[in-house]
């Protein structure tokens, strides 16, 4: 079951990064300083109670003419819903209704997407809660009043956010199918690479429309095998939407990458790997979805013996955080390595649901701990006691130690090395979960 989508939408200066950040907590910081992982706060991962979901920030520019105010939230209000499961409409009770509010209200009220009104700065609830009951003229159900700040109202809210979750049942079959997200900058061949595979694949078995989004899967059967495709392309809509590209294409990412098995991540040959398809490729990479980087437009260029080396060594060198990502030269026009994007998509989900034993992992780590001694600090040396893998999707592994702060990045990586040596995991991050144990347990 994937992550649902809650996006926040409101005017500028309601206190729509206040809440996100209050939702968000300290793990809006960066996640990892790595060149290329997305450090913007667009998006942030929000546990509650059993409750986790992705949060949505549509912010922006703030502008001053007020024409400028309603188009731009317009727009904010379209990508909250295009791509989210529920919307946080926040309002300000200190400025009151406006007309702006209105507005938007009529075009999330179309949406029929579910909508939590949220009154925000009530940072005092005896003096200010008769005037939230002005907003019950939206018309989009009962005002909570919040105060974003003091972190006031936040359970209140959450409590009616979480309710239009869906729950599990009657997800089976479709989530048994592995679902693949197509990603990449605009123009660089996501619509033609689904539409060969499409032209091509044996069977169209169905269009379905998109869970709860208006982004159209589409079902596929390869070699007797069935795959959702997650088309980002762009929304199939008239309505061209001009805000921050940018912006708007992460946010894309974002919710699909969040539903997928693994991710294509497409460059354009013609273009190199630029710093725009370095951030795209950290969204899946954070999420430790399987990876494979499909360069498209092979047909286009003129090549020698060492244009594939020269070309996987520039991969290799931009997405330094990913060494495990497969990369395929491929060209959607043509249809040249179609066949070997599927084997590999084969190879991918097969390591993202590898289980190793416990024995076995314990074997590896025995024998890199006697080849490489432990880092020690002040006198202090770590002690690796055991290692088990608790999780797949991605494969996840805990290493019990007798001091958290000596295990360092480095060592993990060193250990990271051997099980890939042993086990490949190409395609599919690991993650390595770090717990401290006392010596007599």
């Known amino acids: 079951m994937s992550k649902p989508i809650v996006a926040i939408v409101g005017r500028p200066n309601v206190g729509k990064s206040t809440l996100f950040n209050a939702l968000a907590g300290e793990k809006i910081s960066i996640v990892k300083d790595t060149p290329g992982v997305t450090r913007d706060r667009i998006y942030a991962d929000v546990s509650w109670l059993d409750w986790s979901f992705t949060l949505i920030d549509t912010g922006g ?15 904010q209000a379209q990508i909250a819903i295009d791509t989210a499961d529920v919307i946080i409409f926040i309002t300000d009770v200190r400025q009151g209704l406006v007309d702006a509010d209105a507005k938007v209200a009529d075009m999330l009220r179309r949406s029929n997407k579910p909508v939590v009104l949220v009154v925000n700065k009530v940072d005092n609830f005896d003096k200010f809660l008769m005037d939230t009951y002005e907003f019950y003229n939206l018309g989009i159900g009962e005002p909570i009043p919040v105060s974003a700040s003091g972190k006031l109202g936040i359970g209140d809210m959450l409590e009616k956010v979480v309710e239009h979750f869906e729950t599990d049942e009657g997800q089976g079959e479709e989530e048994e199918i592995p679902r693949i997200a197509v990603v990449g900058k605009p123009n660089v061949g996501k619509s033609s690479l689904i539409n060969k595979v499409l032209g091509e694949s044996r069977v169209i078995v169905s269009d379905i429309a998109g869970t709860t989004r208006d982004a159209i899967d589409t079902k596929v059967e390869w070699n007797g095998n069935e ?73 286009a260029i003129e090549k020698n013996d060492k244009t594939i080396y020269k070309f996987t060594n520039k991969i290799r060198e931009v997405l330094s955080y990913m060494p495990y990502a497969e990369i ?7 249809g040249q390595r179609i066949p070997k994007l599927f084997e590999t998509i084969d190879m991918v ?8 034993q416990t024995g076995v992992l314990n074997e590896i780590m025995t024998e890199a701990v006697a080849m490489q001694q432990p880092p020690s600090d002040k006198g202090k040396r770590l002690k690796l006691f055991y290692i088990t893998q608790v999780a797949v999707k991605p494969p996840t592994f805990v290493i019990f130690v007798n001091d958290k702060e000596l295990m360092h990045f480095s060592y993990t990586r060193y250990l990271e090395n051997k099980i890939r040596d042993a086990f490949g995991f190409k395609g599919t991050s690991l993650k390595f979960i770090i717990r401290e144990r006392k010596e007599k347990e």
């Not at 395929?328 to 043509?334: D, Q, V």
């Open 227 to 299: 795959y959702i495709f997650i088309d980002t392309a762009g929304l199939r809509r008239k309505n061209k939407i001009k805000e921050e590209l940018e912006r708007y294409s992460i946010i894309r990412t974002v919710t699909a990458v969040e539903r997928a098995d693994v991710v294509v991540m497409m460059i354009d040959a013609t273009e190199g790997v630029t710093e725009q398809d370095a951030k795209i490729a950290g969204i899946a990479h954070e999420r430790g979805k399987g990876i494979i980087i499909a360069v498209n437009k092979w047909d």
């Open 61 to 75: 520019i703030e502008p001053d003419s007020k024409d400028i105010i309603l188009s731009q939230m317009r727009e």
């Open 328 to 334: 395929l030269f491929i060209s959607a026009e043509t």
């Open 349 to 356: 989900l097969e390591n993202q649901t590898l289980r190793i």
